[in-house]
Structure formats: C-alpha cells, structure tokens
C-alpha cells in the first residue's frame, strides 16, 4: 500500500513539475513577445514573410473550414426546421453558432494544426541546430527578430481569417439551405440580420485575436524548448497541437461565460 501511495505521488510530482514548467515557459514567452510588440521592436522582413507564409497560404484551408462549418450549421438545424416550418430561423441559427462559437474555434484549430506546427518544427529545428543560440552570440535579440514578428503575424493573419470564413459560412450555409429546404436566399439572409447582433460577430473577431496570441505563444514556446534532435522537433510539434487545443477551448470558455 505504501508503495502504490509513493508511486502516485512521485507520479503526481512529475506531472505538476512539468505542468509548471510549461506553465512558467509560456507565460515568459508571452512577456516577452508582449514587451516586444509595445516597445515597436519587431523585425519587419521576418513579419512581412510570416504574414505571406502563416496567412495568405493558410486561405484555403481555413476557408474550406469555414464553408462546411456553415453548411453543418443548415444540416444540424433542418431536422427541426421542417418538423415545425421555422424557415426563418436557418440563417440566425447558423450566423449566431458560427460568429460566435463554431466558426473562430474550428478555424482556430485549424490554423494551430498548420501554422503553429510550422512555427514550432522551424524553432524547433533552429534550436537542436543551435541557431538560437548563434543569434544570441551575435548579440540578436530572438524575440525581435523571430518571436515577436511572428506573434503579430498570427494574431492578424487569424482575425482576417475568421472575418472572412464568417462570409464565406454564411454563403455556402445560404446555399446548402436553399438546396436542401428550398430556404431562399433572401429569407436567410434577412433572418441573419435580424436577429444576429453586431456583438456576436466581434466576439467572434476577439476570439480569433486571443486564439492566435495563445496558438503563437505555445508553439513558440514548445519550439524552442525543443530538445533532442529530429525526435526532440517531432515531440514539440506534436505537444504544441496538443496544447493548443487545450488552452484554446479553456479560453473559449471564459470569454463565453464572461459575456453572460
């Protein structure tokens, strides 16, 4: 018995010391970054490469995301739709889902499953290939150079994302209304003004912003913590996904709840 209560508690010690350290590397990565970004010490060249590399190729992806979240939103809604003939609810249903929760949460995991996994395999591979620390000896600073253009990168690149996937949710949401129910279009589109409020899609917009704090803070964090060769690189990708998953639903829930 005492040997089963010494195992779980050295079990219980490993897991809040690396829960800790975790805790503690992305806090310092966040204020760092944060410290960065308000002091205007950003490099641009490596901003302007990150915006072209995180934002505009993740486009088509993220908008594939969007546009079958809409079309999910009409499919999840048309059971009840027909069985009590509110046809003019399909469009406030899936506007108020998607603006608000679905739309910057899915988009959000799939731009951390592409761009976060870029950004921590590429600071990952820099630091078993003691690149960071080559940058250091040249007296750089790698949160100006690397860390802080990229977190800006990844906060606009998503909220841009996120405004136009709402569009595009609603579209292809429209579409897959009028070719399933018979909704028309202008039905759909006059329920979702109705009756989503401004507030819903900027919550959405503050989401997105938060999302892609937490997703360039974790990867950069699990990146550059990376240790261990090729294996080592494998383990920070896949700990970051991981991670941001987490802590992307745990902040969804607190804004959620915060406007309620």
Same mark, same amino acid.
């Given at each position: ?48 490469r ?18 079958f ?79 802080a253009?990229?977190? %800006?990168?990844?906060? @606009?690149?998503? =909220? +841009?994302?996120?405004?136009? &996937?709402?569009?595009?949710?609603? $579209? *292809? ?10 909704v028309?279009?202008m ?22 912003? %938060?999302?892609?704090? @937490?997703?360039? =803070? +974790?990867?950069?964090?699990? &990146?550059?913590?990376?240790?261990? $060769? *090729? ?30």
């Open positions: 018995m005492n040997g089963v209560l010494r195992q779980a508690l050295g079990t219980l010690g490993v897991f809040s010391t690396g829960l800790a350290f975790e805790a503690g590397g992305i806090s310092l990565v966040f204020w760092r970054s944060l410290r960065a970004i308000v002091t205007a010490r950003v490099d641009y060249t490596e901003f302007k990150s915006m072209l590399s995180f934002g505009e190729a993740s486009t088509p992806v993220v908008m594939a995301t969007a546009a979240t809409g079309m999910i939103m009409v499919l999840q809604s048309a059971v009840y739709v027909e069985q009590f003939g509110v046809y003019n609810l399909v469009g406030w249903f899936t506007g108020f889902t998607t603006f608000r929760e679905l739309g910057p949460v899915l988009m959000a995991l799939m731009f951390s499953g592409r761009v976060g996994a870029n950004n921590a395999s590429e600071l990952g591979t820099m630091k078993v290939n003691e690149q960071l620390d080559a940058l250091r000896i040249l007296a750089l600073d790698v949160d100006e150079l690397l860390v253009p990229r977190t %800006v990168s990844m906060v @606009i690149s998503l =909220v +841009v994302l996120v405004a136009v &996937g709402d569009l595009v949710a609603v $579209g *292809a949401g429209a579409i897959c209304a009028q070719v399933l129910m018979g028309d279009p039905v759909f589109i006059r329920s979702l003004v109705e009756g989503v409020a401004p507030e819903d899609f900027t919550l959405g917009l503050w989401k997105a912003a %938060v999302f892609g704090w @937490i997703i360039a =803070v +974790v990867s950069t964090h699990f &990146g550059m913590t990376a240790r261990g $060769g *090729a294996t080592g690189v494998g383990r920070a990708v896949n700990a970051q996904v991981v991670g941001c998953a987490v802590v992307i639903f745990v902040a969804d829930y607190l804004m959620t709840s915060a406007v309620h």
